[in-house]
C-alpha cells in the first residue's frame, strides 16, 4: 500500500460521509498527490468544488496505473475504472 492510496481513501471516505475526518484534510491530501504528480507545482492544485468522487477515481487510476489496483477499484465502487487522463481533463 502506498500513501498516496492512503490518502486517496481518506478523502474517498470523507466525501461518501464518513465521520471522523473533514473536507479540508481531504483537500490538502489530495493536492499533495496532485502537486507530486506535477513535479511539486503548486499550480495545479485542486478546488474544494473540484474534489469529487469522479475526481478521486481518476486520481487513483492515474496514480496506481501500474501497481494493479484497477481489478479492487472496480469492485469496491461498483463502476468502471477510467483510463489514465493526464493533466486533469487532457487525454494522454
Partial sequence: MRL???YLMYAEAVL???????????????????ER?????????ITSEQLNLDFILDERARELFWEATGGLTLSDTEGSV???????????
Fill in 37 to 45: 504528480g506535477h513535479g511539486n507545482n503548486t499550480g495545479a492544485n
Fill in 16 to 34: 461518501r460521509g464518513g465521520g471522523g475526518g473533514d473536507a479540508g484534510t481531504a483537500l490538502t491530501y489530495v493536492n499533495k498527490i496532485v
Fill in 82 to 92: 477510467p483510463a489514465p487522463i493526464y493533466g486533469h481533463g487532457k487525454a494522454a
Fill in 4 to 6: 498516496a492510496d492512503i
